[in-house]
């Protein structure tokens, strides 16, 4: 517990001393760097040095070191101790009692040094290396290029067993200032149909007249698929199924899509249980499994559901629609925004790490990462509004570009103000959504409602009277706050 004592007591005095300045000296910086940390710096600060790929060698360095110091000193110190005074029982059982010692203080400085291993082997799993040379290098006195606003593309993707390749289920793009952390969480339904891509995308060559796909359909959760399986649009695999997701997404919207995270269902239930469940404010009973809900039924009620249960919560459709889902899978975002606490992530440090490998995909770049946690930490203290386009704001078989792209500057500009910030530029529009933008108005108004009941495309995608209600909570053209909305 104090070293240096055993070799006073065994007559070492002046090594003895020395060991216990040395002890003491170290505990006053530890001390006086902690009292630094904490007053001078923030809970972002901490957080970007945490995840530095430097920081975390140093850290596994700093534990090995501490571990075999330890080792050696309690080891001397037994030495010392002369233990050859004692008789045959007495060496037996003070030397397995210094074993024990020697393993008991390894075993924190062993964990630690595993945890930085583990953390660092994660990050470089998931974030990939920053080698596209047409990428801007990320600066460390301004990561996000002069932007305001940054935009990810959160996708749910699905690629179970009975499913030939990935379909994007769940599509939500979160634009978040970076100065102030607010949010606006924008859901775009899976069976948005004929969306356009911008110029430069060779499915705008392809389907000028909006995505159609192998089916006709045209729905957006094929875009991803459908890019994977034709190599003709792919240009020499330099344009993935990401890409194009991408540039529907952000011309649908007016923005540039900055980055893209997909979380595999099947490993997002594995990371909940990893952080043990999330509270729900579950409004009436959910039934899943088939057609039916044979599989099971969610309880109404404020309730800690498990990793399974939440992919159900979001992933059901049984006596609700689309448009239900996505308003549910805008709360479980809400839910483990606010929950997942920095104590919470180190209590389940290694299990999270162990789902997390299975879990994303991302083209965020490795060093990116020590800034996207300041700002991750900004978003949990900060305002969080989401916007969904369904009907009857937005019919899915023939939408109104026009208002999508209104509705998403206006949730913007409103998202901005209410953290008190001005904003010159609502959003960071890509040049061609802006040009359809323009063209889109141009165009009647009234032409999207006399089309939409003119198709009967159109007319299948508007809701029945329950879907109405059900969708409700999200029915309004204004972004509203997630807490208001998923009553947390």
């Not at 890019?227 to 890409?243: C, L, S």
């Not at 490993?267 to 899943?288: C, H, P, Q, T, W």
Request: aromatic share 8%; hydrophobic share 40%; net charge positive.
């Amino acid at each position: 517990m104090l070293p240096g004592i055993a070799h006073l007591r065994a007559g070492k005095r002046r090594l003895g001393y020395i060991l216990m300045g040395i002890y003491g000296t170290l505990l006053l910086v530890a001390l006086v760097v902690g009292l630094v940390a904490l007053t001078r710096g923030s809970l972002e600060d901490l957080g970007s040095f945490a995840v530095k790929e430097s920081t975390l060698v140093g850290v596994m360095v700093i534990a090995v070191l501490g571990a075999l110091a330890w080792f050696a000193l309690l080891v001397h110190s037994y030495v010392s101790l002369r233990p050859g005074r004692l008789d045959r029982n007495g060496q037996l059982v003070s030397g397995a009692v210094a074993g024990l010692l020697c393993v008991a203080v390894t075993v924190p400085f062993a964990f630690t040094a595993t945890s930085a291993q583990t953390a660092r082997d994660v990050a470089n799993d998931i974030f990939p290396s920053d080698d596209d040379p047409s990428a801007a290098p990320v600066q460390a006195h301004d990561p996000w290029n002069g932007k305001r606003r940054v935009n990810f593309l959160l996708i749910g993707g699905d690629s179970a067993g009975n499913r030939e390749g990935v379909r994007t289920d769940s599509m939500t793009v979160a634009s978040v200032d970076t100065r102030t952390g607010n949010t606006v969480l924008f859901s775009l339904p899976r069976n948005l149909q004929y969306v356009r891509f911008p110029k430069s995308s060779p499915l705008a060559q392809k389907f000028p007249n909006g995505f159609l796909g192998d089916s006709g359909q045209g729905l957006l959760n094929e875009v991803w698929y459908y890019t994977e399986h034709h190599p003709e649009v792919q240009r020499g695999g330099r344009y993935r199924g990401w890409h194009a997701l991408k540039d529907a997404i952000g011309h649908t919207l007016g923005l540039k899509i900055d980055y893209y995270a997909m979380v595999d269902m099947y490993g997002f239930a594995a990371l909940i249980d990893a952080i043990g469940g999330l509270r729900i404010n579950v409004e009436s009973d959910i039934k899943y499994g088939g057609l039916y809900g044979t599989a099971g039924t969610i309880k109404a009620g404020y309730r800690r559901l498990s990793g399974e249960e939440v992919l159900w919560y979001g992933r059901s459709r049984v006596g609700s629609d689309d448009f239900s889902r996505m308003a549910r899978q805008r709360c479980v975002i809400g839910a483990l925004a606010q929950q997942a606490t920095p104590s919470v992530v180190l209590a389940n440090f290694n299990r999270i790490a162990r789902a997390a490998k299975r879990l994303f995909k991302t083209d965020i770049p490795r060093d990116l990462l020590e800034h996207l946690v300041p700002l991750g930490v900004k978003v949990k203290n900060a305002k969080i509004t989401s916007l969904q386009f369904v009907p009857p704001v937005i019919y899915t078989g023939n939408p109104d570009w026009a208002k999508i792209r209104r509705l998403t500057r206006r949730a913007i500009v409103q998202s901005a103000r209410s953290g008190g910030a001005t904003l010159a530029a609502p959003a960071t529009p890509s040049p061609s959504a802006a040009a359809s933008g323009a063209q889109a108005t141009a165009s009647a108004p009234g032409t999207a409602t006399a089309s939409a009941s003119a198709s009967p495309t159109a007319t299948a995608s508007r809701p029945t009277a329950a879907a109405s209600r059900q969708a409700r909570p999200t029915s309004n053209d204004d972004a509203r706050s997630l807490s208001e909305v998923c009553k947390f």
